[in-house]
Structure formats: C-alpha cells, structure tokens
C-alpha cells in the first residue's frame, strides 16, 4: 500500500478501511459490516477459489495468518502446484511434509502420488503390503486413469487433516484453508467427493467420501470463499461461479474477496471532469505526456477510469449476490511479501470491514 508503514500493518489496514467509508461505500451499494473473523474462526475448512492471478495464495496467506493471530492452528493445503507460498511467506519452499511457516501456520504442498500412497497405507495398514502395491509402475498407471483419484488424493489429504488429533485429543489443525487451483480446476475438485460416492463401492473411500462430502456441505463446517478483482470481467465471471457453486455442487459460498481495491482518490465530481476529456485516455496521449506538463492529467484521467470501473463492478457485485464481500487493498508495492500479508491479515482482523 502506499505510504503505509510496513511495520505498522493495522494502521495501514485502519488507514484503508477509513478511506473506504462515506461516498465510496454509498456509491457501490455498500456499508460498514462486521469484520469476517469471527465467522470465518468457526469453520473447519475454508475452500478459496477464482480465476488465476486473482490473489488466491496472497489471501491464503493473509488469511491463514489472521486465524493463526486468533489463536487458530491453520493448515494450508495446496494441490500440487508451483508453489508461492513460500516466497509470499519468506520461508523455505513448501514440500509435500507438513511444515510450519509461521506461529499458528502450516502449510503443505500436495503432492498426488504420495498422498495416494499414504491413505492406502492407512486403509491396507501393512507397509510392506502398500509399498508393493503404490510401487508398483502398473498400478501407478492404472491409479492415473481412474477419474477423480488424482483430485481426490490432494483433497481427500486436506479433508483428513481436519480429522486429525493430538495426543490430547485436540484438533491438530483448527481451520485447513485450501488453495485451489484456477477455478475450472477447483470446482472439479469439489466434484470428485460425489463422484466417488456416486461410482465407488461400500468401504473406506466411500465412507471417507462420504464424511468429507458431509463436512464440505456443512455451512457451520465450511465454506468457499471466491476470490475476485474490482474490474469488469472478474465480476461478471464471480457472479456465474457463485450462483454455479450453489446450484450444482450444494456448497455454502461464505463469501467474495474483492482483492486489489484502491481507495479512492477522486470524488465523483472530480472523475467526471477527468474522463469528461477521452483524448487524455489515448495511447497517444501517454507516450506524449512523458514529455511534456500534462503526465499529471494523463495519470489523473486514467486513475479516475480505474476507479469508475472498479466502483461499476463492485455495484454490480454487490447488487448480484447475497454473500457479504470482504474488500481488500490494493498493495503497490509489498503484496508478495510477508508485510504485505501481515497488512491484508490487518483488514481482515479488522472489527469493522466494507462489504454489504
Ligand atoms: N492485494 C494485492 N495488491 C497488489 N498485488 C497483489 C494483491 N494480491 C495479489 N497480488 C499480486 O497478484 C499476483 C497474483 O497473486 P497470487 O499468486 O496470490 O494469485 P493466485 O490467484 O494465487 O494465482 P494462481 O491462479 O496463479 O495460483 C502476484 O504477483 C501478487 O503479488
Ligand atoms: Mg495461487
């Protein structure tokens, strides 16, 4: 965020939501609401998904550290992917073992193959038995082509981590927080439960399914969070995922992340006079301007699009769902640093947050 003191990320979260307040918040429909914590505290397991590039694993991170504050243990899982994580959290890179990244955080890094070999250990029980069977080249292949398998070992892992104990009985993990993959991906992710129930005979996997399909539909339990960008495209696509999310699948969508606002500079008075002159919108008109006086309207003119389009898209956002949204800020220059996640974590702990 700019200007803000990376030391100091709950000013720069107050500093945010109080830029938020008044016009902004009438002009998209919006209003000050609770913060999202204590709800998002009571749940078992958080599904985040959206388009690619949205800021998944950022608010993954934010997300996992606001929790961990709480006093939450917190379990990132991540299903198999070139993972940024570590780079976001300033931590060694994220393998397929369960390693700890910040007080409270875990995180994993799912890996198919091996966390297949795992859970038919724990069902075939004998090592030398499941080594000889998740080994064996032939089975590897035949495991790749049974339809969901694949998805199911990496979310299946983040299922069994919710049913973990300590040796005093306690949840291992409070809350797992599931990074999913870009949303076609993700949703088939969620599919595969049912698929296996629908397909798989009486046993473990059908009895596991069964019970992660119970929690995952349980909107005490769980929920998906569907992460977006205040522009155009994004929204329209958030809308369809959520209401695709609802009808096909049966799972509580808990609520929109509106990640990457800007709070806005202009008023409304203001950005109507800037775009009232197009011709400071034109290519033309920049490559010109790095040479001459008006750079400073060039930059204001197209500021003040920016905000329009992201004031257009929240509205319709907001007008199109019943989920709260929780908005988070636009970092110019820290997001993919732990500050960064540390002052998104800030919003989020927030008491009070613009959403609905
Ligand atoms: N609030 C923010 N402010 C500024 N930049 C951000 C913010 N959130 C994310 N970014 C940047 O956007 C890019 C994508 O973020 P991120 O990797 O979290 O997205 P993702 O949805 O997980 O992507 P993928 O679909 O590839 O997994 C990164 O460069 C990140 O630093
Ligand atoms: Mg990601």
Redesign the pocket.
Same mark, same amino acid.
């Given at each position: 965020m700019s200007g803000t003191q990376p030391s100091d990320p709950s000013r720069a979260a107050a500093s945010f939501l109080d830029r938020l307040t008044g016009s902004f918040l009438e002009n998209v429909g919006g209003r000050r609401v609770g913060g999202p914590l204590d709800e998002l505290a009571k749940r078992r397991f958080l599904f985040l998904t959206?388009k690619?590039?949205?800021?998944? %694993?950022?608010v993954s991170a934010a997300l996992g550290l606001a929790l961990a504050a709480r006093g939450k243990r917190v379990l990132i899982v991540m299903p198999h %992917?070139k993972e940024?994580l570590s780079a976001v959290l300033g931590t060694k890179p994220i393998g397929p073992d369960v390693a700890q990244v910040a007080d409270g955080l875990w995180a994993v890094n799912v890996e198919p193959e091996r966390a297949l070999a795992e859970y038919g250990h724990m069902v075939i029980k004998v090592r030398a038995v499941s080594n000889a069977v998740f080994g064996n080249e032939y089975i590897k292949s035949f495991l790749r082509a049974v339809p969901g398998l694949y998805e199911w070992s990496m979310l299946g892992k983040a299922w069994f981590h919710t049913t973990e104990v300590d040796e005093d009985g306690r949840n291992q993990y409070d809350v797992v927080i599931f990074d999913a993959p870009?949303t076609g991906h993700g949703l088939d992710m969620l599919r595969v439960p049912k698929v296996i129930l629908d397909v798989a005979p009486p046993g473990v996997l059908r009895r596991d399914a069964e019970r992660a399909v119970a929690l995952f539909r349980d909107p005490t339990k769980s929920g998906i969070l569907v992460?977006t960008l205040p522009e155009e495209m994004p929204v329209t696509e958030t809308i369809e995922l959520v209401h695709a999310i609802e009808k096909d699948l049966g799972m509580p969508v808990l609520r929109v992340v509106v990640?990457?606002v800007m709070a806005p500079l202009f008023t409304d008075a203001e950005r109507a006079s800037l775009l009232a002159h197009p011709e400071l919108l034109t290519l033309e008109a920049a490559t010109r301007a790095e040479h001459d006086r008006d750079a400073a309207a060039v930059a204001g003119a197209r500021r003040a699009l920016r905000e329009t389009v992201q004031r257009d898209s929240l509205r319709r956002l907001l007008h199109s769902l019943d989920e709260p949204a929780i908005v988070?800020?636009?970092?110019f220059d820290e997001?993919?640093t732990k500050e960064g996640s540390q002052a998104?974590a800030a919003v989020l702990g927030a008491p009070e947050i613009a959403g609905r």
């Open positions: 959206g690619g590039g949205v800021g998944k %694993t950022t %992917t940024r870009a992460v990640n990457g988070l800020p636009h970092l997001a993919s998104l």
